[in-house]
């Protein structure tokens, strides 16, 4: 592979599923990237390659950082694209790519995506991302999606998506791993777009709950289900304190009764 990507282990692979999440405009509520974070931890995945940013970002819009080391020197931490990989079974292994939608060569960015999936015998992609919308937020989030073949959404209790417009890194991708005639499963969280709290861990949560279906993965959700509690009662709190915002709830419930 180009300089462009750095490859730390060539692992052999079984039965591989690449699983992709990117913050920024694919990831409301920091929802998809929390939820990739949370099957990598699961699967106690190690590190197998990362995407040089250099190429593909705007550091004035994605600026890097300045953090100090445990002994007291000052490091610059660049934006991170990593892939790691770890076991689903003991014949299925998962590699997990957890980025930040780029914001330069769209097109190279997936043709280096797109290269590794074929050099690690990846089969099937799933995506993920959160978009915001006007839904209740007391209410379980919905979760819809695409797929390639269309049959790979039946029994996931996903809607499938028809939806037109602009579109991110997610998108972008899903089109070009299908066009190199991989299985490609899209799943989005719908998150209420009046309430800005982050991160927002139910929407984690129900994607996490979609991809034990989609990757036959015994996930425990226990840890998440609690911060989804917890995060739901300070938003009750947050919506019974602020008039405006609950009087917009209730005509929200309303409308929904009325459809």
Same mark, same amino acid.
């Given at each position: ?7 730390? $282990?060539?692992?052999?692979? +079984?039965?591989?599923? #690449?699983?992709?999440?990117? @913050? ?28 040089? !940013?250099? /190429?593909?970002?705007?550091? /004035?819009?994605?600026? !890097?950082?300045?953090?100090?080391? %445990? ?7 660049? !934006? ?8 689903? $079974? ?22 280096? *995506?797109?290269?590794? %999936?074929?050099?690690? %015998?990846?089969?099937?992609?799933? *995506? ?7 839904? *209740? ?18 029994? #996931? ?6 939806? @037109?417009? =602009? /579109? ?6 899903? /089109? ?5 005639? *991989?299985?490609?499963?899209? &799943?989005?969280?719908? #998150? ?6 982050? =991160? ?6 129900? #994607?996490?709950?979609?991809? +034990?279906?989609? &990757? ?6 226990? !840890?998440? @289900?609690?911060? $989804?509690?917890?995060?739901? @009662? ?26």
């Amino acid at each position: 592979m180009s300089g462009e990507l750095r490859v730390q $282990a060539r692992p052999t692979l +079984r039965d591989p599923t #690449l699983l992709l999440a990117f @913050e920024g405009w694919n990831d409301a509520g920091e929802s998809a990237s929390a939820a990739a974070r949370y099957v990598a931890d699961a699967i106690a995945a190690a590190p197998l390659a990362e995407i040089d !940013p250099e /190429t593909f970002y705007d550091f /004035t819009v994605r600026r !890097p950082r300045v953090e100090m080391t %445990g002994e007291g020197q000052r490091r610059i931490a660049w !934006p991170e694209n990593r892939l790691c990989y770890g076991s689903m $079974a003991p014949e299925r292994d998962l590699v997990v790519g957890i980025g930040i939608e780029p914001h330069l060569r769209w097109r190279r960015y997936a043709e280096l *995506l797109v290269g590794l %999936g074929r050099d690690l %015998g990846i089969r099937r992609v799933v *995506l993920l991302g959160a978009y915001l919308a006007d839904v *209740l937020y007391s209410r379980p989030v919905g979760v819809t999606g695409f797929a390639w073949p269309d049959a790979l959404l039946e029994g #996931l209790g996903v809607r499938s998506s028809g939806y @037109e417009g =602009p /579109t991110g890194i997610v998108g972008v991708l899903g /089109t070009c791993f299908a066009d190199e005639e *991989l299985e490609v499963v899209s &799943l989005w969280a719908a #998150l209420p777009h009046y309430i800005s709290a982050q =991160p927002n861990p139910r929407g984690a949560l129900a #994607l996490v709950q979609v991809l +034990r279906g989609v &990757l036959g993965l015994p996930l425990d959700t226990a !840890p998440l @289900e609690r911060r $989804a509690a917890e995060f739901e @009662e300070r938003i009750n709190a947050l919506v019974a304190a602020d008039p405006e915002l609950a009087e917009y709830v209730r005509q929200l419930k309303r409308r929904e009764f009325a459809q």
